[in-house]
């Protein structure tokens, strides 16, 4: 027996049903495992132990990222798509034939009958009651000879399933195409200055490996409502966003929760807020601190150490403002009366010091600084992903396409009418996409009605006579 | 406050009499006690819809928030779901031995929960919370009455069903496919809600995915229904088996809805169980 070629052997693997049941059982479990297992990058602390090295070893702690479900996945993709080819095939094999049978081709006759009825009527009267009887089981009849009548359901059921199927395939290659071109990142904006879309802008980046570069689109956050109120709906602290692309104003607008702003493949979300203290050096270079709001202490604390140079090396200094209470509870906001508490560790050892805004200080031998006006800085969430849209559309046709698998299933119906003037029978052929049982039942139920009726209406009118 | 409460326990009350009725009617094989469970149903439900309808006038937004809001009107989509079968299908009455006993069981753990008004405000200030909520409500009722009438197709197809006034008007195979198609039909709701959530978490945290526990188990759920479906239409499973996978796959439904919350760090977690 000559072997088979390896890509038909490989294809015969992947359209296995089997395979397809024990991926998605395979992805189902490792997800749920996932879910027990402090992911790296969380804030979850690790466990210890066998399991946690386990579970490190296999990629669990990762999961979703690693080298396991990147293949699963591929492997359903691949399965899915050997699927959606076998499913093309037979909807076009039960197409072609569907146009074959209804062109009234004697082939209709060598068709095996799945129930057979005998009845007095005459050919002809029986011809013209098999056509409302299918009508009435949900079919579109056709008399395609003198002794067949062959009908269907709309041809659109034969798409549902092969399409549902291709277009899953699509998904999975359009979200893995979107996560490998997605950056995503963090960056913070002081009120009243911008920021470059550019890598070294962000605090937190991720960067797919196949993006193509960032847009160099000047973001900038003019002013920041605390309490921003739309349709009578507190929304939160919103920070007003213009996005520039040199002199001109591409985008602007408030942005809150549900309520990005967006340009072409960018979105812009507010993440966070808190306060900025600009801080100047001698020699009139200066930078932004940034600080986050700490509930729990009821501070703002400084989101990185800022580094200083002096004559005996780097000093790192890092900063404090006490936040103001109101009835006994923390205010996420700029104190009235601001203090700046600051701490540094360098060459000269750790000092600490309490300076208002506008004052100066002196962290560090031959270091000095200025602190600026207390005001408020905002933390955007900016995404550059082409595929969320394109997602959104293949899900769409995707349920549309399984709405019509499963609630317009193809069927079919043949009957062939076989006898004289003095009675004849009636071979039936039913097919059901979804192989229902019911269908044939529902399809007889009404052969039955329609034609046997008729025969016991007519005895009952000639017994009447 | 006081109002609602007292309502909401009289549909609590109305629905433990439907159970009982309906159990009896059952075990007993008595169809009148069984029409009866059905009638109490109905009136449990008009109760039930004004104590939700109470509620979403006084709170300014459909019950969407919190355990008691979510689980109360799950129970009522159930019990709606459940008559309006009843009414294209009236051999379906001993089905109300299952649906009621669950119907009363969740509106009266809803009842244990924490009451308290939760406001829409930032994030969930989105018509995407309506619309993912809504096919949420429509998928798991369809689980639960898929359940349910697995439930009822295993009995009958377990006994003798000549003579038998309640089941013998039941045929396996009607019962067959009204499981299938109820489990279809929630695979797509589920569907429609994971992208309803994932649009709604894109527009509200810019991110469509972040696999989030509650966000996985919802995905779990999807494949366990998918393998469900796959039994049937390419393996052939028919009958009791079929009727048994589609309930074995119910469980992880209700912990994705319920357990995840309670046992994962969610952020779903403060919408759903609100405390």
């Known amino acids: 027996m000559p072997m088979k070629p390896l890509l038909t052997r490989i294809y015969d693997v992947l359209r296995s049903r089997r395979l397809a049941i024990a991926l998605l059982v395979t992805l189902a479990a490792w997800a749920g495992l996932a879910t027990l297992v402090p992911q790296s990058g969380t804030s979850d602390s690790p466990p210890g132990?066998?399991?946690?090295?386990?579970?490190?070893?296999?990629?669990?702690?990762?999961?979703?990222?690693?080298?396991?479900?990147?293949?699963?996945?591929?492997?359903?993709?691949?399965?899915?798509?050997?699927?959606?080819?076998e499913r093309t095939r037979a909807a076009l094999k039960l197409a072609r034939r569907a146009a074959f049978l209804s062109k009234g081709a004697d082939a209709v006759r060598t068709l095996r009958a799945d129930f057979v009825l005998s009845t007095d009527l005459e050919r002809r009267a029986v011809l013209e009651r098999i056509p409302r009887a299918f009508q009435r089981a949900g079919l579109r009849a056709r008399v395609v000879s003198d002794s067949a009548v062959y009908a269907t359901s709309s041809r659109l059921g034969l798409v549902g399933s092969p399409?549902?199927?291709?277009?899953?395939?699509?998904?999975?290659?359009?979200?893995?195409?979107?996560?490998?071109?997605?950056a995503e990142g963090l960056m913070g904006v002081p009120v009243g200055s911008a920021q470059v879309d550019a890598k070294e802008s962000y605090g937190v980046v991720s960067e797919g490996p196949l993006h193509a570069?960032?847009?160099?689109?000047?973001?900038?956050?003019?002013?920041?409502?605390?309490?921003?109120?739309?349709?009578?709906?507190?929304?939160?602290?919103?920070?007003?966003?213009?996005?520039?692309?040199?002199?001109?104003?591409?985008?602007?607008?408030?942005?809150?929760?549900?309520?990005?702003?967006?340009?072409?493949?960018?979105?812009?979300?507010?993440?966070?807020?808190?306060?900025?203290i600009p801080v100047v050096a001698q020699d009139?270079?200066?930078?932004?601190?940034?600080?986050?709001?700490?509930?729990?202490?009821?501070?703002?604390?400084?989101?990185?150490?800022?580094?200083?140079?002096?004559?005996?090396?780097?000093?790192?200094?890092?900063?404090?403002?006490?936040?103001?209470?109101?009835?006994g509870q923390c205010v996420s906001a700029a104190p009235r009366d601001p203090r700046v508490v600051w701490r540094s560790t360098g060459p000269s050892g750790e000092t600490s010091?309490?300076?208002?805004?506008?004052?100066?200080?002196?962290?560090?031998?031959?270091?000095?600084?200025?602190?600026?006006?207390?005001?408020?800085?905002?933390?955007?969430?900016?995404?550059d992903d082409w595929s969320v849209y394109p997602i959104y559309a293949v899900f769409a046709l995707a349920t549309l396409a399984l709405a019509i698998s499963v609630f317009l299933p193809y069927r079919e119906a043949v009957a062939v009418i076989e006898g004289s003037d003095h009675g004849c029978q009636v071979g039936v052929r039913v097919r059901h996409a979804r192989r229902d049982p019911g269908f044939g039942a529902r399809v007889r139920k009404r052969v039955e009605e329609i034609v046997l009726g008729a025969v016991e209406a007519d005895r009952r009118s000639g017994d009447d006579d | 406050m006081t109002t609602e409460i007292i309502i909401m326990w009289a549909a609590v009350t109305t629905y433990a009499v439907s159970a009982v009725l309906a159990i009896v009617g059952f075990v007993f094989r008595k169809p009148r006690v069984e029409r009866a469970a059905v009638l109490v149903a109905g009136l449990g439900l008009a109760v039930h819809a004004v104590g939700i309808g109470y509620r979403w006038q006084r709170v300014g937004h459909a019950p969407f928030l919190g355990?008691?809001?979510?689980?109360?009107?799950?129970?009522?989509?159930?019990?709606?779901?459940?008559?309006?079968?009843?009414?294209?299908?009236?051999?379906?009455?001993?089905?109300?031995?299952a649906v009621m006993p669950i119907a009363f069981l969740v509106l009266g753990g809803a009842m244990l929960a924490p009451k308290s008004d939760l406001g829409i405000t930032g994030t969930l200030a989105s018509w995407w919370l309506a619309i993912h909520v809504a096919f949420a409500k429509l998928s798991y009722g369809s689980f639960i009455t898929a359940f349910c009438l697995g439930v009822l197709l295993i009995v009958r197809e377990r006994r003798r069903a000549e003579g038998d006034a309640l089941l013998g008007k039941l045929s396996p195979e009607a019962l067959d496919d009204l499981v299938y198609k109820f489990v279809a039909a929630g695979f797509l709701f589920?569907?429609?809600?994971?992208?309803?959530?994932?649009?709604?978490?894109?527009?509200?945290?810019?991110?469509?995915?972040?696999?989030?526990?509650?966000?996985?188990?919802?995905?779990?759920?999807?494949?366990?229904?998918?393998?469900?479906?796959?039994?049937?239409?390419?393996?052939?499973?028919?009958?009791?088996?079929?009727?048994?996978?589609?309930?074995?796959?119910l469980p992880i439904v209700l912990f994705a809805l319920v357990g995840v919350a309670l046992v994962y760090k969610s952020i779903h977690g403060a919408y759903l169980i609100g405390y």
């Open chain 1, 49 to 85: 132990g066998f399991a946690a090295k386990l579970a490190s070893a296999v990629g669990l702690d990762r999961a979703f990222s690693a080298p396991v479900f990147l293949f699963l996945c591929a492997l359903l993709f691949a399965s899915t798509v050997a699927c959606s080819v």
């Open chain 1, 163 to 182: 399409a549902f199927h291709w277009l899953l395939a699509l998904l999975i290659a359009l979200i893995a195409a979107g996560q490998l071109t997605r």
């Open chain 1, 213 to 276: 570069r960032f847009t160099s689109l000047v973001i900038a956050v003019p002013s920041l409502a605390l309490s921003h109120v739309v349709d009578g709906i507190e929304r939160g602290p919103a920070p007003y966003v213009e996005l520039r692309d040199g002199p001109y104003l591409l985008r602007a607008g408030y942005v809150y929760p549900n309520h990005p702003l967006r340009y072409k493949s960018l979105v812009i979300h507010a993440n966070e807020h808190g306060l900025a």
């Open chain 1, 284 to 327: 009139g270079s200066g930078v932004d601190v940034l600080l986050d709001f700490d509930e729990e202490s009821c501070v703002a604390r400084s989101v990185s150490a800022l580094e200083a140079g002096g004559p005996g090396g780097a000093t790192r200094i890092t900063f404090e403002v006490p936040l103001d209470t109101y009835r």
């Open chain 1, 353 to 383: 010091g309490t300076v208002r805004p506008g004052e100066s200080f002196e962290p560090a031998p031959g270091v000095a600084l200025s602190l600026g006006a207390l005001g408020y800085y905002a933390r955007l969430s900016v995404v």
């Open chain 2, 67 to 97: 355990f008691y809001e979510v689980v109360s009107s799950y129970a009522f989509v159930g019990v709606a779901v459940f008559l309006g079968l009843l009414s294209r299908k009236r051999a379906l009455y001993p089905l109300a031995a």
């Open chain 2, 190 to 249: 589920l569907g429609v809600m994971i992208a309803a959530g994932a649009i709604w978490a894109n527009e509200a945290w810019g991110r469509y995915w972040g696999w989030d526990p509650i966000e996985t188990w919802s995905l779990i759920s999807w494949i366990a229904y998918a393998l469900v479906l796959h039994a049937r239409l390419t393996l052939g499973w028919r009958g009791a088996r079929f009727a048994w996978a589609a309930m074995a796959a």
